[in-house]
């Protein structure tokens, strides 16, 4: 069993806060096990209701639920939509009896007319996969080549978890989806899908899009904007800078997580993933899911000139814009690019994800960071006019540098360094 200590003081400290918190997620994300951490499955507190049991126990809700005591589960709401205005009553009585934890598998948008019946009473936590933080920094080709669903993840082969992710995705489309209420067919839903498979890490373009698919750009749009609900799909939106430059206007689409884009793909294993066109953008895809998981930003995008600079993320933390480029090579190198990003967007810092293992300084405010240190310490990315690490042989000026940017009394007051404006 990997220990998800991460997600379940997320948890706790939601349900201390509020009166209802839904966690959300991927179908075989752990969304149960998590849930069964907290409460346990045998406890009268639990309600599964996938299990016939379950909803003959809520047969008579306000009766079955209004009695209980301290944290009552409810799994699977999304097959009862009609339990929102009995939670809405329940939750608002004074002083709290009981506080609740949902767990379903559709998106807040999704069940938002549902979720609209709590508003004001319900936080809702994202569950994903595994992350590179939970599995250590050995796992991290391995989390790459097989996504992070945890049955995917810890299959006994390669092999297993690639027939694992297959059907997967076909249960997911003929079985969840009409469960879901969404009417698509599973086969044209299959070749959208596939189709973004090969788009991934690409601008979205809905012409060609729904040209290659025969249907209406409109209907293109909903398709994904579905699998974006159901947490496929990251639709990353544009920065818009205020430039005489023109810049990319339309979202980027990734497949989440990198284990289903390889099945889609048919990529079984690490020969035929690296050997493919698509190798590069899947590791980048993946890098980002991670830094996004890692560093919570309050928001992510990306950004793009028609002239050629870009930029893969930008995330907003506490106010300040930090950059990140994912380079899948051994030595990654400063671009004019990466200039240009650095002062046209004003980044306080960009970091150079890549798969290798030494961290190193690419310049003033440039720093390359191996995955495998962002997982273990997500803050890398936001610690800006931070002391370069000396390196082996670095020359003594860099030494003084780090040093007194470091004891400068600016930073120590907790102000804005200096050369952060420069
Ligand atoms: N932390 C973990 N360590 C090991 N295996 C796990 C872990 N979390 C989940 N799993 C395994 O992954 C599978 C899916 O987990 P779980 O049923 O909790 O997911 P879920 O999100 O509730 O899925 P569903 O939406 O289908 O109900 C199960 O086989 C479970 O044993
Ligand atoms: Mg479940």
Redesign the pocket.
């Given at each position: 069993?990997?220990?998800?200590s991460r997600w379940l003081s997320a948890l706790r400290a939601a349900l201390k806060r509020s009166r209802v918190t839904a966690l959300v997620?991927?179908?075989?994300?752990?969304?149960?096990?998590?849930a069964r951490q907290i409460v346990p499955e045998n406890s009268p507190a639990y309600f599964d209701l996938?299990d016939p049991r379950g909803l003959a126990r809520l047969a008579e809700p306000m009766m079955a639920l209004g009695p209980l005591r301290g944290i009552v589960v409810i799994?699977?709401i999304q097959r009862r939509p009609d339990l929102f205005p009995v939670l809405r009553v329940l939750a608002d009585r004074r002083p709290i009896p009981a506080r609740f934890l949902i767990?379903g598998?559709a998106t807040p948008d999704l069940l938002k007319p549902c979720s609209e019946t709590l508003a004001g009473r319900l936080e809702t936590i994202e569950?994903t996969g595994f992350a590179l933080d939970e599995l250590g920094a050995p796992a991290m080709r391995r989390l790459w080549r097989r996504g992070g669903?945890?049955?995917a993840y810890?299959a006994r082969s390669e092999h297993a978890s690639y027939v694992w992710r297959r059907q997967f995705m076909q249960t997911y489309l003929e079985r969840d989806l009409p469960q879901l209420g969404i009417t698509v067919p599973s086969a044209t839903m299959l070749r959208f899908w596939t189709m973004l498979a090969h788009y991934h890490g690409g601008v979205w373009n809905a012409a060609e899009a729904a040209r290659s698919l025969g249907v209406s750009e409109p209907t293109a749009r909903r398709y994904l904007d579905l699998l974006s609900g159901l947490f496929m799909v990251r639709q990353l939106q544009p920065w818009h800078e205020n430039l005489k430059k023109r810049q990319v206007k339309a979202p980027k689409v990734y497949l989440r997580d990198s284990g289903l884009l390889h099945a889609l793909l048919g990529l079984a294993g690490e020969r035929e993933l690296l050997s493919h066109p698509k190798a590069g953008a899947s590791w980048e895809g993946y890098a980002i899911e991670q830094a996004v998981a890692l560093v919570r930003p309050e928001a992510a995008y990306f950004w793009a000139t028609h002239t050629g600079a870009e930029l893969d993320l930008l995330l907003i933390k506490r106010g300040q814009r930090y950059g990140v480029e994912v380079k899948f090579q051994d030595a990654p190198r400063l671009t004019p690019s990466m200039r240009t990003a650095i002062s046209d967007l004003r980044l306080r810092h960009l970091t150079v994800l890549y798969p290798g293992d030494r961290q190193y300084e690419l310049g003033r405010r440039v720093t390359v960071v191996p995955l495998t240190e962002l997982a273990r310490d997500p803050e890398v990315i936001a610690r800006v006019g931070r002391a370069p690490r000396v390196r082996a042989g670095a020359g003594p000026r860099e030494r003084v540098d780090s040093h007194s940017i470091r004891r400068h009394p600016a930073r120590r007051r907790g102000m804005k360094h200096p050369e952060a404006h420069r």
């Open positions: 069993m990997v220990e998800r997620g991927p179908r075989q994300a752990g969304k149960t096990t998590l996938e799994d699977e767990l598998s569950l669903f945890p049955p810890l």
